[in-house]
């Protein structure tokens, strides 16, 4: 083995020192000290020096966190001090009785000092350090004997694989809870869902999945945190002498506590903080299920005992359960305002997180068709806080015979217009924009905006009154508004009424890129309905185009193309086109101005690839358009020409299938400025 030299030996101490710092700074203080940046540089560093001098490599690097192969299976771990469960308490009066039989106990007279802190919902995990080294991580199992997954609690960077500071005992078994938070849990989620793969049912069970893997490299990609909440034992140096400067010491130490925790007095204490913490429930990163009361004295803990599988001293007060079992008594198919088509259950009603739900969301019709809900199952359902009720699951077993899977309708519920899903994409959509009732105040606001037919006062409060009130169901109808019907409006007078018709008669005179983008086709914003505009020239060619002819104007790929065929395609869509311009809103005639400034170079159309070396491929675009030609991003039987520079990609090779001229940029320039003379 090379012999290391002390300089070096000396330098990877300091990184993984300052490694070690940044993680407790940023995981558990939540006070970053150095830029992301800045960590991977040190974090590199130190993996090359361990690269070039593996006798660096220590149990407590930094680097190691992944450092171990796959285990065949899970070692059984015995716990010293067993990981007992909580009574539950589900009322005030439960809360009063724990703290009844608590003073009874210690014949105390006084008020009991509690330690509060959340519930949370994850997976109970011991951690023992032995000289403030990481030496084992072990499953609660039966309480009695869990699984050792220590490869996978060295994943979790909130877990110090060496002890910080000095004081700790020789060797310390700490309790606490790994849950992985909420926004990584819908991340996750959504990840899996666009592979098309199994989805959690909630994040204690993504949680303790996440810590049964075999393979902990699947562990370091899950988003794993650690709240630590007691300790069991410790020998050497004493522990403080109660829970919540224990707490104190673990952060101090380098482990994380849950930071909404507090030191309260009696039952008045305990309710108050139990009340505060359900009033931020729903904003907290991490999912709770209740508040643990314990009694703050170590030494009253220890008077009080233990009953067969739960400690006197510490109660858990639940929240409402966010999960119930329920039936599904039918799939209905919800549009929302953007067209979005979206499955919903409606559920026998159920209790689930404080309130009764009767409706429960399946996002899309692939979530529907992984979870397979079918009309007469039963089905779990969460309900987190604010967030819309979503069924998770399907208990298989009470599956009742002969259910029908459930299939993406053809026409929207709501206007009858085609739906479509392009291919790639999780969400299906009404294809009538223009005319579905669903989506008509959101077509309605867009239209109206100043970037599309700039319709000045027409707001959104106006448009809310106009649609609640059945004045207007189309864009179309709007300029058949009178001032009469404009003054009955709310915040409307005769003047604003008035103020409100100039506009309507003022936005008649518009462009064509403006209609087009006014139109609220998806996924054509202002540079691709500029596109489409410039390279058709008039709106009839556009609707008469090819899905295939669409793809010829720039910008425009296979997904915006079949957009916008399929607006195009819908009968409503054109009646309400055609409604609009017997209404007078016109623009200039594009093909006439084109025809009138057309340059040598008109009707010819350039595709350019590769690097350019005597101007940049923005500046031969531009050159090109000068003199009335037209670049577009794909090589069609269309193309006139392949513009080839420097490393050209797969346009050569398909512009050779079609016989397209191919000019070097040599031949480009002597062409321009043959044509521009």
Not at 434 to 443: N, Y
């Amino acid at each position: 083995m090379t012999a290391i030299p002390e300089a070096v030996r000396k330098r990877a101490t300091k990184l993984r020192d300052e490694i070690e710092q940044a993680n407790y700074r940023y995981y558990v203080l939540d006070e970053p000290s150095i830029p992301d940046s800045e960590y991977d540089r040190l974090f590199r560093e130190l993996q090359s020096l361990e690269s070039e001098y593996p006798g660096l490599v220590s149990a407590d690097s930094p680097t190691q966190r992944v450092g171990v192969q796959p285990v065949g299976g899970f070692a059984t771990a015995e716990h010293a001090t067993p990981m007992l469960s909580l009574d539950n308490a589900f009322s005030t009066e439960e809360v009063a009785e724990f703290d009844r039989r608590v003073r009874e106990r210690l014949s105390y007279d006084g008020n009991v000092t509690y330690s509060a802190e959340p519930k949370l919902d994850g997976a109970a995990i011991s951690l023992t350090y032995q000289d403030g080294l990481l030496v084992r991580g072990a499953t609660r199992g039966d309480g009695t004997v869990g699984e050792e997954v220590t490869h996978n609690v060295r994943t979790i960077r909130s877990i110090p694989l060496r002890l910080h500071g000095r004081g700790f005992p020789t060797v310390l078994e700490v309790r606490g809870e790994v849950f992985m938070p909420l926004a990584g849990f819908e991340e996750l989620n959504r990840k899996a869902r666009e592979a098309g793969t199994k989805t959690f049912v909630n994040p204690r069970n993504a949680a303790a999945g996440s810590l049964r893997q075999l393979d902990p490299k699947f562990t370091a990609e899950r988003p794993l945190d650690f709240f630590a909440y007691g300790v069991a034992h410790g020998d050497g140096p004493s522990l403080a002498p109660t829970h919540h400067e224990i707490l104190d010491n673990l952060t101090e130490w380098g482990l994380r506590a849950c930071p909404e925790r507090r030191v309260v007095t009696g039952v008045d204490g305990c309710v108050e903080f139990y009340e505060e913490l359900g009033a931020q429930r729903n904003s907290l990163a991490y999912d709770i299920d209740g508040v643990v009361y314990k009694v703050d004295e170590i030494d009253q803990q220890e008077a009080l005992g233990y009953v067969s599988r739960a400690p006197r001293w510490a109660l858990a007060h639940k929240y409402p359960a966010q999960e119930q079992v329920t039936t599904v008594e039918a799939i209905e198919w919800q549009v929302g305002r953007t067209g979005a088509i979206t499955p919903v259950a409606r559920l026998t009603p159920v209790f689930v997180g404080g309130v009764t739900v009767s409706n429960a969301t399946l996002h899309n019709i692939d979530d529907l068709r992984r979870k397979d809900v079918r009309v007469g199952d039963t089905v779990i359902v969460r309900r987190a806080g604010d967030v819309i009720p979503e069924v998770v699951s399907v208990v298989g077993e009470r599956r009742p015979a002969k259910t029908k899977a459930v299939r993406l309708p053809r026409k929207c519920p709501v206007c009858r217009s085609d739906v479509l899903r392009v291919e790639g994409e999780a969400v299906a959509r009404c294809t009538g924009g223009l005319v579905c009732a669903a989506q008509r105040k959101e077509a309605l606001r867009h239209f109206a905006s100043r970037r599309a037919m700039d319709i000045e006062g027409l707001g959104a409060k106006i448009i809310d009154q106009l649609v609640e009130q059945d004045l207007v169901a189309t864009p179309a109808d709007i300029y058949n508004l009178t001032v009469e019907q404009l003054a009955e409006l709310d915040r409307m007078g005769e003047k604003s009424a008035g103020n409100l018709i100039e506009a309507l008669r003022n936005s008649k005179e518009t462009t064509l890129p403006k209609f087009l983008y006014a139109l609220g086709i998806r996924e054509v914003g202002e540079a691709t309905a500029s596109n489409l505009a410039r390279h058709f020239a008039s709106l009839e060619s556009i609707e008469a185009a090819s899905s295939e002819e669409l793809q010829d104007a720039p910008d425009v790929g296979p997904v915006v193309a079949e957009h916008i065929r399929a607006f195009f395609e819908q009968r409503h869509n054109q009646e309400v086109i055609q409604k609009l311009r017997s209404a007078g809103v016109h623009w200039p005639d594009l093909q006439k101005a084109r025809a009138d400034q057309a340059g040598p170079l008109d009707g010819k159309t350039f595709v350019l690839t590769g690097t350019l070396d005597g101007m940049t491929r923005s500046e031969a675009k531009k050159r090109i358009e000068a003199l009335g030609g037209k670049v577009t991003g794909s090589v069609s039987k269309k193309t006139d020409y392949l513009v080839c520079g420097r490393d050209p990609g797969s346009k050569l090779a398909k512009a050779e299938t079609f016989r397209t001229e191919i000019l070097d940029e040599p031949a480009l320039v002597t062409l321009l400025n043959d044509e521009a003379r």
